[in-house]
């Protein structure tokens, strides 16, 4: 099998038995028990019916190694490629009962982390030249965080807070709780923690958050005039990042205020899966 990707916090063995767990239940692959003789073997390619950037592939080669230890595989693109339709992803010699009983689990893998690195590279691509960095967010599927950000890391994004252990980000309800955004600043000030970032989402708050010591200012949901004058008051002092409603026709416009970074939750959220198939070959 081909070197695995670097996923932190992530059991990748503990994903793939989980997963076929699920689709096998207490009885297995009825279909393919009753249909496929036990030393029938199989020749085959997964390949992607349109251009996308690929993602996933050796947690797909996992999904068969588990159930045929002795399938070869051929890896003919790595992750972070991008390809045309048509491109052969993997080629498949093994058994044939445990490619058809891993082949779902596998395809629905690919299908879901190459669909966050295309339109993550659709947004990098967007905003290529002009220094601003995307950033995803925390809106995922639970249980896939580690996965998802993974396939927008692939893609050419930054990753955000991993959860909410990682920086403190204080918004409005916190504010509205702790009765100001520099009291709310100075309380995470005062229980240690190194990085502060609070959402703003009017000029008027960028300097009490700034001399309490916000450390990052996360401007939300700023009509364009606002978030250019919410980047002058700034003046570079801390790091900009533009959040809320960013869609692929008005991100270059953002980029293009001065921020430093652009997050965008449908990255992870709103994803379409890339159609990507298994075919017999022979």
């Keep these: 099998m081909n070197d695995r990707p670097t996923i932190p916090n992530f059991d990748l063995d503990h994903f793939v038995r989980a997963t076929l767990a699920e689709d096998l239940g207490d009885v297995g692959d009825i279909t393919s028990a009753a249909v496929i003789p036990a030393d ?17 592939l050796s947690l797909a080669e996992a999904f068969f190694h588990h159930l045929d230890p ?10 972070g490629a991008r390809v045309g339709a048509g491109t052969i ?12 009983t891993a082949e779902r689990s596998a395809l629905n893998t690919v ?40 396939a927008t890391r692939t893609g050419g994004a930054r990753n955000h807070r991993m959860g909410l252990w990682d920086a403190a980000m204080i918004k409005d309800n ?19 923690i190194a990085d502060i970032i609070v959402e703003v989402d009017r000029i008027d708050q960028i300097a009490p958050a700034l001399e309490a010591g916000a450390t990052h200012l996360l401007l ?6 606002v978030l250019r004058e919410a980047v002058a008051t700034v003046g570079g002092r801390v790091p900009t990042e533009a959040s809320g ?20 939750g449908r990255l992870t959220q709103s994803a379409p899966a890339a159609d990507i198939g298994l075919d017999f070959t022979v």
């Design 40 to 56: 029938a073997m199989f020749d085959g390619v997964m390949d992607n019916r349109d251009a996308i950037t690929v993602a996933g």
């Design 70 to 79: 002795d399938i070869r595989i051929e890896r003919t693109i790595q992750d």
């Design 89 to 100: 992803l993997l080629k498949f010699h093994g058994r044939a009962r445990a490619m058809l």
């Design 111 to 150: 299908q879901h982390l190459s669909g966050i690195a295309t339109l993550t590279a659709t947004y990098v691509d967007a905003i290529a030249g002009t220094g601003v960095v995307l950033l995803d967010t925390r809106k995922t599927i639970p249980g896939l965080r580690a996965l998802e950000k993974y």
């Design 174 to 192: 916190h504010v509205a709780v702790a009765g100001g955004v520099a009291e709310a600043v100075r309380r995470a000030r005062s229980a240690g």
């Design 220 to 225: 939300d949901n700023m009509p364009m005039p």
């Design 245 to 264: 409603g960013v869609t692929l026709a008005t991100v270059r416009e953002i980029a293009e205020t001065g921020v430093t970074f652009i997050s965008v």
